[in-house]
């Protein structure tokens, strides 16, 4: 089955890829969605938890962008309370333009398509700070299908500038803790996403609109390292709106 070839694969491609952020080093995701969550949510109500990436509406206290692709534009919208590192790291490189013109260097069909790496191969790019930062999981977050988050490897504090947005479509809500996860995070999880990676990366974004040119990216031909052979660009990143701040 499909289901079951994903999710055999989910540590394989953490271990080798994914979230590859800026070093050589093999990140690991070994930890399982419902054993991070709990870490975040024990003594919670989760259902009474406030559940931003399910609204399409976007609200005064989030950002929107536009990622404008050769292939076609993806709207998102940006969580700054929940997550604000990652939030105003984005926010800045795009204003300053540094995503122009880089290539989605890693696509894995049924998984993810990942960018915002300088040198194009997994390797490079920084932060805004100059140094990396750490993860920053919440439990009103999660790797639905169209979560936008930040990537790293299995060194701490080590997220720059490279980003991905999860693109699997298939019913990933087999096995979810209903005590750790909230009801309707689960449902969203039979449209597809990634559990696995839940409460070890950052989620700080989800896609509003253009999901369909997400599904476009993720299946271009790839070689053996997953970089599209035909590069896929992002040209600009346009923002469409900013938080209002209390």
């Known amino acids: 089955m499909i289901k079951k070839r994903i999710l055999g694969t989910a540590v394989l491609f953490s271990a080798l890829l994914v979230?590859?952020?800026?070093?050589?080093?093999?990140?690991?995701?070994?930890?399982?969605s419902s054993d991070k969550t709990s870490e975040t949510s024990e003594k919670v109500d989760v259902n009474k938890l406030d559940l931003p990436q399910l609204d399409a509406k976007v609200k005064d206290n989030e950002d929107l962008v536009e990622?404008?692709?050769?292939?076609?534009?993806?709207?998102?919208?940006?969580?700054?309370?929940?997550?604000?590192?990652?939030?105003?790291?984005?926010?800045?490189?795009a204003k300053k333009g540094y995503y122009d013109g880089l290539t989605f260097h890693r696509v894995i069909n049924d998984f993810m398509i990942q960018g915002g790496d300088p040198k194009g191969d997994g390797t490079g790019g920084e932060s805004i700070w100059g140094k990396g930062f750490g993860a920053e999981p919440s439990n009103q977050l999660y790797h639905i299908r169209g979560a936008l988050a930040m990537a790293q490897s299995q060194q701490p504090n080590s997220i720059g500038s490279q980003f991905?947005?999860?693109?699997?479509?298939?019913?990933?809500?087999?096995?979810?803790?209903?005590?750790?996860?909230?009801?309707?995070?689960i449902d969203a999880y039979k449209k597809g996403g990634y559990p696995s990676l839940d409460g070890s990366y950052t989620v700080f974004?989800?896609?509003?609109?253009?999901?369909?040119?997400?599904d476009k990216i993720a299946a271009v031909k790839t070689d053996s390292n997953d970089k599209p052979e035909s590069p896929v660009k992002i040209k600009t990143i346009k923002i469409l709106q900013e938080a209002k701040t209390k």
């Open 19 to 32: 979230i590859a952020g800026c070093t050589n080093n093999s990140p690991t995701s070994s930890s399982s």
């Open 67 to 93: 990622l404008q692709t050769d292939k076609g534009n993806i709207k998102i919208k940006l969580f700054p309370e929940i997550a604000p590192k990652a939030v105003e790291n984005f926010m800045t490189h």
């Open 164 to 185: 991905y947005i999860v693109q699997n479509k298939d019913d990933m809500s087999d096995g979810l803790l209903e005590d750790w996860i909230p009801n309707k995070i």
């Open 205 to 214: 974004g989800q896609v509003i609109e253009g999901m369909d040119v997400v």
